[in-house]
């Protein structure tokens, strides 16, 4: 029989903060559906464009030191 959630909760609560975190991360992909191969497909697709655009030289890269800067209103 499965174990009373609060129970798991409460388990689960005292992990360090980093198992903590892969555990929220594992649980929020259990609950995605597995990709169809259209889907597959379709990013096989769109990461070779983006690497063709990043080799090409057409995209301009950013650092994310830059973005983190911008998100947070910081100096890079």
Do not use: C, H, Y
């Not at 497909?41 to 890269?61: H, K, M, N, T």
């Amino acid at each position: 029989m499965a174990r009373d959630l609060k129970q798991l909760f409460r388990e689960a609560a005292e992990l360090p903060e980093n198992d903590r975190a892969a555990l929220a991360g594992m649980l929020i992909e259990s609950l995605e559906p597995a990709p169809t191969p259209e889907v597959k497909a379709a990013w096989s697709r769109e990461i070779e464009r983006r690497v063709r655009e990043i080799d090409e030289g057409s995209v301009e890269l950013v650092s994310w030191d830059e973005v983190r800067a911008e998100l947070f209103g910081e100096e890079p």
